[in-house]
Structures are given as C-alpha cells and as structure tokens.
C-alpha cells in the first residue's frame, strides 16, 4: 500500500534538478519528513550498474530500442526495490528524473512511441506514476552557460542543440495534458526561490 508521496523533477539537461533535488529534500526533512532522494537512471544496486551501460560509451552504443528497454529495466528495479518500499513506509520519495525522461528522451528524442514507452512503464513498473511532477524550465542560453561552468559531458549530454530544443518542446506538451500531476517551475530564478516555489505547490500534503 502507498501511504508516502512521490515527487519527480523533469527538464534537460543542466536546468538545477540535481541542485533542486538537495535543497527540497533539506527542506522536506526540517519539516520532520522522511525523504529519500533519488535519480534515474539508477537509484539501486541494479539500476545503478545499467547506468553505467547508459552512460558510457559512445552516442551510436545502443539502438533506440535496446536502449529504451535498458531505461524501462533500470526503472523496474528502482521501483522494486527503493522507491515502493519507500512509499510504503510513509517516506515521501523525491526523484530526479522518472518515465518522464524516457518519453521524452527516448520518445520525443528517439523515435519510440509514447504508448510503447508506457507499455514497456505498465509492464516493468506497474506504472507507478508520480503524485507531482516539477517541470524544471530554463532559458537555452542560461542552461548552455550552467553546463559550460560545470564541464562535464556524459554519453547522453552530448547530444546536438536541436535535440535539446525537441526535448524542451516534448516535456512542456507532456505538462500540458496532465496538468493535475505537472508544474511548471521558472528555474532561471535564484536556486532559493526556485526551491520556494516547489515547496509552494506541495503545501497542500505538508504536515
Ligand atoms: N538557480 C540556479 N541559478 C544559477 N545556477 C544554478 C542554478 N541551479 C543550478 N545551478 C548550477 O547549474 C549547474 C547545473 O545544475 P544541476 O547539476 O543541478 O542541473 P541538472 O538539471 O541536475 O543537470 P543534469 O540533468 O545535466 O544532471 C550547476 O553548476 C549548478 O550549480
Ligand atoms: C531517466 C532517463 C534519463 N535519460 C537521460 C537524460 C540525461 O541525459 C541522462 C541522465 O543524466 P543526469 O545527469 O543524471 O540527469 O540520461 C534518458 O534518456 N531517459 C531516461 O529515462
């Protein structure tokens, strides 16, 4: 049974997930929460040795298909064995990046249906789904400038600008249909208030 909440933070690459993801899980637990903070891919032992397969290596390493199956497996097993647990206990989950990424990274991105996508979610994840989805947006110019300042390029980062752009256009359609899971948070604000603002659209389940 799922008693605790389950947070995503979605956006390309270099928008402050990760940064995002500190500062709401610090300020979860002042509030007495229990909060397990998390990422894909990975996330447990499993996934996080898939991880490796996905993000090393060359961009023409997996053909879009195996590699949609590889993000779908790693999901699996985070949701078996780190996420539902934790959600049973009462633990509020916050995850940086979900199923989400993969329509719109595989999908939108790559080719795969988005029924395919959810097909794969439905089979491997029982499509667990989030309770909110934070839709993280940034200015092109000021996510290149935080990517630049940071210097590191995996396998997945370092695809072209106009890839970049479809995935942008991808996740704002996504938070368009489902606008009762999505927020769309303006992220070329100051990291403290960007965190405010998460926090401002949880108000409703804090304690
Ligand atoms: N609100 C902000 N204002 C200015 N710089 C920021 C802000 N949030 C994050 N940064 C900086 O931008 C860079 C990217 O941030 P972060 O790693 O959190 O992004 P990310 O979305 O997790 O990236 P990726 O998806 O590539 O892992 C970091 O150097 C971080 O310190
Ligand atoms: C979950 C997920 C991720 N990706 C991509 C998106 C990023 O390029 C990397 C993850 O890197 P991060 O620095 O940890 O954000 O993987 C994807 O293509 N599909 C997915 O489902």
Known sequence: MIRGRFITLEGGE???????????SEALA???????ATREPGGSVGAEA?????MEGSD???????EALLFAAARADHVA???RPALARGAWVLCDRFVDSSRAYQGGGGG?????????????SRGLLPDRTFLLTVRPDEAARRLAARGDRDRMGSKPADYQ????????????TEPQRWRLIDADLPAADVTAAMLAELIEWLP
């Not at 795969?112 to 491997?124: E, N, P, Q, V, Y």
């Not at 752009?165 to 368009?176: C, G, H, I, P, S």
């Open 14 to 24: 270099g928008v402050g997930k990760s940064t995002q993801l500190r500062a709401l």
């Open 30 to 36: 002042a509030r007495s929460i229990e909060v397990v």
């Open 50 to 54: 898939i991880r490796t397969l996905l």
């Open 60 to 66: 023409d390493r997996w053909d879009a298909r195996s």
């Open 81 to 83: 064995r780190t996420i």
């Open 112 to 124: 795969i249906t988005d029924a395919d996508i959810l097909a794969l979610h439905r089979f491997g």
């Open 165 to 176: 752009a479809r995935l942008a256009a991808r996740f704002a359609e996504m938070a368009a």
